[in-house]
């Protein structure tokens, strides 16, 4: 695929190239930047195939004597087991609580686009207002109430934060308003279906694109998220693995070793993200523009 | 709850009235209980203190205190100082990181830009690396006694202080920088890629220089999105906590106040609750004050407000 | 694997431990009454739970559980360290989810006591009749009066760790005295510039309250019922300005935070030269610094008068019972066993690395033979001597943790050079006093 530029100014509409910038300056910035971003990702690859003396010693950026298969095997083994059950577990908060909170908001968000009741734009702006609050600000809170009921220190302690996703709810409303035109409603109705099935037959279908983005972002919020847990979970069984990263970390002091293995899990963590985002690719990008483009 | 539908069709059925309290209660209810809930919990436990009878250690119990607890958070001058400090960091650090997540995205918005692909990933894939551990990727990037970059610059004569007192909050903001820059991306790349390919057509077809055409059109049609981006980032510079948590390991220079979530932090981790839960409350009230004056500056929000 | 007993008491700042005095769910035990605590086997077969943190407790375990059909004691290695075990047990007391048993270090019991999270176990077993068994100032450290709090399990009396082949490259002795520690710390300098004679920690502010402790520094007291805070003394403030003259002159490297990779690689390149620091400390060096082996000695901590013998105490712990157990009977009487028994004592000392609270455990065969890290010496001779020469007078605050941070946060400062070590007494002064009436308690100052 070439593009070279010519200077005779084009006039016809049919011409599809657009004016190109200046290719090579365009391409230099881009490859500057791909190489800070991916720069510390390359060192943590490298570094998760080192011995731990190496680790400290040797120069960051290149390899030297890998053993990366022993070190995963380290990985898998330390403590139980404990670093798989982390993987799953995380993958239990994400997935679990992504799907429950898309369907959850996906359901409030169509009910704040088409129907009328008293209260609905009060509803709307508390929402609203709490997308604006700090999720930090209310761990400790939650913490307390979840104490009071003896909810603490369980699956359900992470997982039932996790479902509430205020912004899912204001996308999933916009995106409604956006896609969903009225009339279509109406002419269900007429065919003599009840709402659910309206809900699930026509709406869903029209805002997939929208949903597959409020999922991505709390899939990803929550995958990323050690704040709540490390505030809720005190048995290492039910850590996500961001926390039981963060709990090596925290004793590497005390047993030199978990250096080496906090590298290679920190690795090992980011895969199955860029699986999920690799794999829902074609789909998020549509979602993505709604809740900004509509101003 | 009386509930009618848009263009409200003459014959009403029941299920209509059932139908938005069946959508909206599975989302509502459990947002009021776990989200809105604590809200009020903290606002009451701040305005509390703990009262102690008879002993050394004594029988404590919990008495109003009206605004003792926020008097006390606005005279701690620590908690100020963290205050000012994150507002610092915002205002460099935002501008910065949605900078670079413009300038990325408008560049693989050409037609020039190639393996479009694997910038855009790359870009993206700080995002999927949890806090914790970019933080301590990039601690050993900055540490001068382990870092192949401090290594590397020292042979050309530079000496890097990252870690010391007057860079460490620019290191932070690096690695927050690198962490979000690709989110914030994705988020103005997928925008721009929404734009109308007429109104570019026409406006290249008018002379537009590719810079006009960037700054000039393009821009003033993603504000929106720009505006979302900025919003978050602002509210996630209020509740700055893991990356200077820890890199607090590795350098002398991080006190347990160095942001408002760990000043909060360390007064719950010394049983001082009613105190945390004030600044908890006012760290939400700043970012939500912050936030939101930005929308307001901004934007109007799809019009509700 | 030695288990490194370090109040990270700011670590615990990022757990947000949440012990809400006001809402404790712990049961009120008698606080500060002058009698024994009524305490009945249960009779039966009895579960227990322990928390404990670091490796090689279960060997103990294992044992006792052999021995011990009918009370059972079930170990759970909890992850997070001592900061994050602390905001475990402070939730646990909250939501009634703590242990029968926990490791507590002696300068966090007061701060239980503040959430009556400990029981008073001194009519548990033979608790009243123990005290004798143990390093005399450790049972000060945890009961009050006839009460007991806990059953102390390991000190941290300190030491020297110094590169006895680099002292002896430029003709030094280890020094005896502070001065003598500062004169070496300029000819090292001298020698080469890339020498320190040590780092001086940020997150470890509880290693400068050792240094405290020795100079017979008293941080806190009591008047009857009222809290006195003594933290800003001529005494600490003697070694403050010890340490800020070190700090003023680059004697001290002051951008190597404590337990670092940094800091093993300073000393695994011979750029930092000795270390003041507990028995538990041999073993950080030796897995910090391979390549140094056969080339560190341990002396006695350098004296403020030539000739004294005065002491202070890094971390160890003890372990107590949580207020919410059902069975403090059976807790005491398994830590009475596991901290004194010497079959439990010398698999500690095996398998944990502690060094024993333990009289009787300072003769166990692995601290009186040498090391081959230290050249041979025989490194806890030193320590056992050390051991009894610890200040026994000596009270921690109830708000130590909030002592701590800002303790640590006014020497961030005084390394970053905005402050002085002088300054951080002064203020760690003024905020603890702050901190403790913020408590509801009460204050002379």
Not at chain 1, 273 to 293: E, M, P
Not at chain 2, 152 to 157: K, P, S, T
């Amino acid at each position: 695929m070439t593009s070279h530029t010519t200077n005779t100014p084009s006039t016809s509409v049919r011409i599809k190239r657009k004016f190109g910038a200046a290719p090579v300056a365009v391409n230099i910035v881009l490859l500057v930047a791909t190489g800070y971003f991916l720069l510390p990702v390359f060192w943590l690859v490298v570094a998760a195939t080192k011995s731990r003396p190496d680790l400290v010693s040797s120069f960051g950026f290149w390899f030297l004597r890998p053993q990366l298969f022993q070190n995963l095997q380290e990985l898998f083994s330390e403590q139980d087991h404990v670093f798989g059950q982390w993987m799953l577990n995380s993958l239990l908060y994400s997935g679990v609580g992504a799907l429950v909170g898309t369907v959850l908001a996906a359901c409030a968000g169509y009910c704040l686009a088409v129907y009328r009741f008293r209260g609905k734009e009060a509803i709307f702006s508390l929402i609203l207002g709490s997308v604006l609050v700090p999720a930090t600000a209310l761990a400790l809170p939650t913490f307390l109430a979840f104490a009071k009921v003896g909810l603490t220190d369980s699956y359900l302690a992470v997982l039932l934060p996790s479902i509430i996703s205020p912004f899912g709810v204001y996308l999933s409303r916009i995106y409604t308003q956006a896609a969903v035109p009225l009339e279509l409603l109406e002419a269900g109705r007429i065919d003599g279906a009840n709402e659910w099935q309206i809900f699930r037959a026509v709406v869903l279908r029209l805002i997939s694109p929208a949903l597959v983005t409020v999922f991505l972002f709390q899939f990803v919020g929550i995958w990323n998220n050690f704040f709540l847990p490390l505030i809720m979970l005190q048995n290492d069984r039910l850590f996500p693995v961001t926390l039981g990263l963060y709990s090596w970390q925290s004793q590497i002091s005390r047993n030199p070793q978990l250096l080496l293995l906090t590298v290679v899990g920190s690795l090992v963590a980011v895969v199955p993200l860029v699986i999920t985002f690799l794999s829902l690719q074609r789909y998020w990008k549509a979602g993505l523009t709604t809740g900004s483009v509509k101003g | 709850m009386s509930a009618s539908v848009v263009d409200a069709p003459k014959r009403r059925r029941l299920g209509s009235r059932i139908a938005p309290a069946a959508f909206l209660l599975p989302f509502l209810i459990p947002f009021l209980l776990i989200f809105i809930g604590p809200i009020g919990y903290a606002v009451v436990q701040s305005l509390q203190k703990v009262e102690r009878v008879a002993g050394l250690f004594g029988t404590p119990t919990t008495v109003w205190a009206g605004f003792a607890q926020y008097q006390r958070a606005l005279s701690d001058s620590d908690f100020v100082a963290s205050i000012m400090r994150v507002l610092l960091f915002g205002v460099i650090q935002v501008p910065v990181m949605m900078g670079i997540a413009l300038l990325v995205a408008l560049l693989l918005d050409t037609q020039s830009a190639r393996l479009k692909r694997f910038h855009r990933l790359a870009v993206f894939a700080p995002y999927g690396i949890p806090g914790v551990v970019a933080a301590l990727m990039w601690g050993f990037l900055y540490d001068p006694r382990l870092s192949p970059i401090v290594s590397g610059l020292e042979a050309v004569g530079l000496h890097p202080d990252f870690l010391g007192t007057d860079h460490i909050l620019w290191s932070i903001a690096n690695v927050v920088t690198w962490t979000y820059a690709g989110y914030n991306m994705i988020i103005i790349y997928a925008a721009l890629q929404a734009l109308p390919s007429d109104i570019l057509e026409a406006a290249s077809i008018d002379g537009a220089r590719p810079l006009r055409l960037a700054f000039h059109i393009k821009v003033p049609l993603i504000a929106p999105a720009l505006v979302l981006t900025a919003v978050f980032s602002i509210i996630g510079t209020l509740q700055l906590f893991t990356e200077p948590e820890v890199l607090k390991t590795i350098t002398t220079t991080i006190t347990s106040t160095y942001t408002p979530t760990m000043a909060s932090y360390s007064a719950a981790s010394a049983n001082d609750y009613s105190y945390a839960a004030a600044l908890s409350v006012l760290i939400a009230g700043v970012s939500f004050v912050l936030s939101f004056g930005f929308l307001r500056f901004t934007t109007r929000w799809n019009g509700t407000s | 694997m030695a288990k490194i007993r370090r109040s990270v008491a700011l670590a615990a700042v990022l757990t947000g431990a949440i012990a809400l005095a006001s809402c404790s769910s712990g049961t009120s035990t008698t606080t500060s009454s002058d009698s024994a605590s009524s305490c009945a086997p249960a009779g039966g077969k009895v579960d227990l739970t322990f928390w404990n943190w670091g490796t090689g407790m279960d060997k103990a375990v294992d044992l006792w559980n052999e021995k011990n059909p009918d009370i059972h004691v079930d170990l759970k290695t909890v992850p997070n360290g001592n900061a994050g075990t602390y905001q475990n047990l402070f939730n646990g007391l909250k939501a009634g989810t703590a242990p029968d048993i926990a490791p507590i270090e002696y300068d966090t019991v007061a701060s239980f006591r503040l959430v009556n999270g400990l029981k008073d176990i001194s009519g548990c077993a033979d608790v009243g009749t123990s005290a004798s068994k143990f390093v005399d100032w450790t049972w000060s450290q945890v009961s009050e009066g006839k009460n007991v709090f806990a059953v102390p399990q390991d000190i941290g009396p300190l030491g020297l760790y110094y590169r006895k082949d680099i002292f002896d490259k430029y003709g030094l002795a280890a020094p005896t005295t502070w001065q003598e520690y500062y004169d070496d710390a300029v000819k090292l300098k001298a020698a080469d510039p890339s020498y320190e004679i040590t780092h001086f920690s940020q997150t470890d502010p509880n290693w400068f309250t050792g240094l405290l402790w020795q100079n017979s520094a008293k941080l806190f007291g009591t008047q009857g019922d009222k809290w006195q805070v003594s933290i800003d003394s001529p005494q600490a403030q003697e070694v403050a300005a010890y340490w800020q003259k070190m700090i003023d002159q680059k004697l001290v490297s002051t951008d190597l935070q404590g337990f670092s990779e940094a800091l093993s690689k300073a000393w695994d390149t011979d750029k930092v030269l000795t270390w003041v620091s507990a028995p538990w400390g041999w073993s950080t060096i030796r897995d910090g610094a391979p390549d140094t082996s056969g080339k560190w000695a341990v002396a006695p901590i350098p004296q403020w008068k030539a000739g004294d013998t005065a002491n202070g105490n890094w971390g160890g712990s003890s372990t107590a019972v949580m207020a919410t157990s059902k069975h403090p009977y059976e807790a005491a009487k398994f830590l009475l066993w596991l901290n004194s028994d010497p079959e439990a004592v010398a698999i500690l000392i095996k398998e944990t690395g502690i060094y024993p609270a333990s009289k009787a455990g300072a003769d166990d065969s692995a601290l009186t033979s040498g090391v081959e890290f230290y050249g041979g010496q025989k490194i806890f001779d030193t320590f056992k001597t050390a051991a009894a020469q610890v200040n026994n007078d000596f009270t921690w605050g109830p708000t130590m943790t909030d002592t701590y941070r800002f303790m640590a946060d006014g020497i961030a400062n005084a390394l970053a050079g905005k402050g002085t070590l002088q300054d951080t007494l002064k203020d760690a002064q003024a905020k603890t006093i702050d901190s403790i009436k913020a408590q509801g308690l009460q204050v002379v100052n």
